[in-house]
T-cell receptor
């Protein structure tokens, strides 16, 4: 979606760690968001990165490299409830531009 | 604190009819956004209000779509006349301010089906 790329689907095992990558065009970049969306529900804010480096928030961490146009979301100690779609979104001047989302399936 | 709410949750209409979607942002949020997701595609920006003023409506697909935010509180998005390709999920989001980058909080969406 508008040059924001993320894998379509991923599968991981309960208790494991999974990394969801996102690449984007670097022009007009004001920050990068990760949202979680369960089917039929609102996208829920997970994390925000504007500077290079890792932001940690409990089981979830997000990393950003502005020069490479690259981010990842790291989910640790996976739980079944983490099965959802994960959306990478770039802020291009108070307008979020989304990737198509990554469907994560957590299996027991 | 109540989140962003949207009404209705689902709407099924026939081609050529009119539909009005409503969004109530989080209380105190001056910024209100509309997005939509059509089948199999990514969520796409439609427009942005700051209070009652349209700040950016570059994503509105055509003049069949009209968004309003009278009084700077809730917003409506009217589609008239609806076409088949308008089917999708319409999301509303709100944020407090625009200092650099501000987190947008999303509503659950309205699923619109045009037959």
């Amino acid at each position: 979606g508008q040059n924001i790329d993320q894998p379509t689907e991923m599968t991981a095992t309960e208790g494991a760690i999974v990394q969801i990558n996102c690449t984007y065009q670097t022009s007009g970049f004001n920050g990068l968001f990760w949202y979680q969306q369960h089917a039929g529900e609102a996208p829920t804010f997970l994390s925000y990165n504007v500077l290079d480096g890792l932001e940690e928030k409990g089981r979830f961490s997000s990393f950003l490299s502005r020069s490479k146009g690259y981010s990842y979301l790291l989910l640790k100690e996976l739980q079944m409830k983490d099965s959802a779609s994960y959306l990478c979104a770039v802020d291009r001047g108070n307008k979020l531009v989304f990737g198509a989302g990554t469907i994560l399936r957590v299996k027991s | 604190e109540a989140g962003v709410t949207q009404f209705p949750s689902h709407s099924v209409i026939e081609k050529g009819q009119t539909v009005t979607l409503r969004c109530d942002p989080i209380s105190g949020h001056d910024n209100l956004y509309w997005y939509r997701r059509v089948m199999g595609k990514e969520i796409k920006f439609l427009l942005h209000f700051v209070k009652e003023s349209k700040q950016d409506e570059s994503g509105m697909p055509n003049n069949r779509f009209l968004a309003e935010r009278t009084g700077g509180t809730y917003s409506t998005l009217k589609v008239q006349p609806a076409e088949l390709e308008d089917s999708g999920v319409y999301f509303c989001a709100s944020s407090y301010g625009t200092a650099f980058t501000d987190t947008q909080y999303f509503g659950p969406g309205t699923r619109l089906t045009v037959l």
